[in-house]
């Protein structure tokens, strides 16, 4: 099995979150955060930056890890490791990028049937200020098989 690092970023000002919708590549047509892979010779936090850069046109401040998420889809070897950050202050207006378009959402009125559907198991710890770590098993893009997630002190 080879596993790939991922990042992924959201923009959190209680009570609303900067989500992105997807217009290309792998899980366009979904509200998500912001993110990617992590390229040769770069950490994980610089590839945090780079992403919000390069998909919403802002500069991310002070990154926190709020969790772990291993994804595998059925029939594929390849294990997604994402790494989770959050965020509430950045330098910049976010911006339509060619990847991604940008909006503000109310954390009550997230929209989960546009979302990937791991997201409406995760995404309450994270609102809570909870870290964590899971794993979620897709036999394809939308039906999950099984999962895990499990709340942990540091990450």
């Not at 950045?90 to 546009?114: A, H």
Request: charged letters at 30%; glycine letters at 10%.
């Amino acid at each position: 099995m080879t596993k790939k690092i991922l990042t992924l970023c959201f923009i959190y000002q209680h009570p609303k979150v900067l989500l992105g919708m997807k217009k290309r590549g792998f899980g366009q047509g979904r509200w998500n955060g912001f993110g990617g892979k992590v390229r040769d010779g770069e950490t994980i936090e610089e590839a945090v930056k780079r992403e919000m850069q390069e998909e919403v046109r802002i500069i991310p401040g002070d990154i926190e890890k709020f969790g772990i998420i291993e994804f595998k889809f059925q029939g594929n070897p390849e294990i997604l490791e994402v790494h989770c950050f959050k965020t509430s202050q950045f330098n910049g207006e976010p911006k339509e990028s060619e990847e991604m378009f940008p909006k503000w959402f109310n954390i009550n009125e997230l929209p989960f049937e546009q979302m990937w559907p791991d997201d409406k198991y995760w995404f309450p710890l994270f609102l809570e200020g909870r870290k964590f770590k899971g794993k979620f098993l897709f036999d394809n893009f939308d039906k999950i098989l099984q999962y895990e997630l499990e709340e942990i002190d540091l990450i």
